[in-house]
């Protein structure tokens, strides 16, 4: 009898707006991969649910999490604190998963010096003008925050270089297809 395999951790990054969340639902319909969920401190939206779409939290219950070193990673975006928690993570990879981190830039960094054998993907627009519209599309957003997500993505972008792959999401069903064929070789 073999012995069982750990999975492949996995981190998706991408500016805001890129389709990093539709990636990632699209790749874990595939029984193979499962989503890590973070914990957060923003305030959930309409549809979305405790421990599926995130752990809400409070900053007090967040700053426990930091001082009992329970998150393997956190970061402030949009002056909410997001970070993955550490247990479900090495649960999930000692079990063979192959586990999706959808992050920002700079918890994914902080993951890349902590797992060297992850595999990391950046995801780029095709254009900065797609991406404003498709921040302008999701009609969530008002023009001063597109405008500064716009600004923050140019920055992000630049952070591409940290990067193992970058793909161009130009078309979902071939971004999710090339995503899946690395993943198989890795």
Do not use: W
Not at 29 to 55: C, H, L, M, N
Not at 133 to 152: D, G, V, Y
Request: aromatic content about 8%; charged content about 30%; proline content about 4%.
């Amino acid at each position: 009898m073999s012995e069982k395999k750990n999975g492949k951790l996995i981190i998706i990054s991408g500016p805001s707006g890129i389709g990093k969340t539709t990636i990632s639902d699209q790749l874990t319909k595939d029984p193979q991969f499962v989503q890590s969920v973070s914990a957060t401190t923003r305030s959930p939206r309409s549809d979305e649910k405790q421990g599926i779409d995130y752990f809400f939290v409070t900053k007090d219950e967040f700053r426990d999490l930091i001082d009992h070193e329970k998150l393997v990673e956190y970061a402030e975006y949009h002056n909410c604190f997001y970070g993955t928690p550490i247990e479900p993570l090495n649960d999930a990879l000692r079990k063979g998963m192959n586990v999706l981190l959808v992050i920002e830039v700079k918890g994914a960094l902080q993951i890349m010096k902590r797992f060297n054998d992850c595999i990391s993907f950046f995801i780029l627009p095709p254009n900065m003008e797609t991406l404003k519209e498709r921040l302008s599309f999701r009609n969530k957003n008002t023009t001063e925050e597109i405008a500064e997500r716009i600004s923050l993505a140019s920055k992000e972008i630049e952070m591409k270089v940290n990067y193992q792959h970058c793909i161009v999401n130009d078309e979902l069903e071939n971004t999710v297809f090339q995503i899946k064929e690395i993943i198989n070789k890795s």
